[in-house]
């Protein structure tokens, strides 16, 4: 089945212990992309993928990582969490950025206390 | 900056009535236009993907437009049904800085 995944679906942590968010695709999806999605702010685009080792910041990339030395992995690394990360996030990816529709993982919700 | 933004934020219509949902983007220079539909606590599913150069897009009961030059779109759901009670966005991958912009979304209740 063609799909996104992610893991942890759900995760609880502490103030500045560094966390990874994987996502995986098995789509051969050339791009790939994180999102935060918070109440009255919508989604809002954390890190793109164009292809491999190929990354760029969306609009909010302050506090995370990204890699991509897979073309289906893309994982998101929190250094050194902060409560204002507490958010629903997401993975999506497409076959190619301009002409494709996105396929979206079915998030993960991170609580930072 | 590219904005994008939806109205209304929320709407209620009796079931099998016709709808309209409607968005509106800042800036022209796009490659496409998405709309997806998102159920409480899960995540997104496509539902129609208009390039920049097309008009419209068909998909069973859904129909959507895309005037680039004017900055809007619009999603018709025809013969609404409760199974469509749903959160709508709309996203616009910009050619400008390859960003890709979501709208806050219309909460649809279908009433039975």
């Known amino acids: 089945e063609a799909q996104v995944t992610q893991n942890p679906r759900y995760l609880i942590t502490v103030t500045g212990k560094k966390l990874t968010v994987t996502c995986s695709q098995n789509?051969?999806?050339?791009?790939m992309s994180w999102y935060r999605q918070d109440p009255g702010l919508g989604l809002r685009q954390i890190y793109y993928s164009m292809n491999v080792e190929v990354t760029d910041k969306g609009d909010v990339p302050e506090g995370y990582k990204v890699s991509r030395k897979e073309k289906r992995n893309f994982p998101l690394i929190l250094e050194s969490p902060s409560p204002n990360q507490t958010s629903l996030y997401f993975c999506a990816s497409s076959l190619s950025f301009q002409g494709s529709e996105q396929y979206f993982g079915p998030g993960t919700r991170l609580t930072v206390t | 900056k590219q904005e994008v933004t939806q109205i209304p934020a929320a709407l209620s219509v009796p079931e099998g009535e016709n709808l309209v949902l409607n968005c509106s983007f800042t800036d022209s220079a796009i490659y496409n236009l998405q709309w997806f539909r998102q159920d409480p606590g899960k995540g997104l599913t496509s539902l129609l993907l208009?390039?920049?150069?097309?008009r419209e897009q068909t998909s069973g009961r859904l129909n959507a437009s895309l005037d680039k030059s004017s900055g809007r779109s619009t999603l018709y759901i025809a013969a609404s049904q409760p199974g469509d009670s749903a959160t709508y966005l709309c996203a616009v991958t910009s050619n400008r800085d390859d960003k890709i912009i979501f709208g806050k979304g219309t909460r649809l209740h279908i009433l039975p």
């Open positions: 789509m051969n999806h050339e791009y």
């Open positions: 208009i390039q920049s150069s097309q």
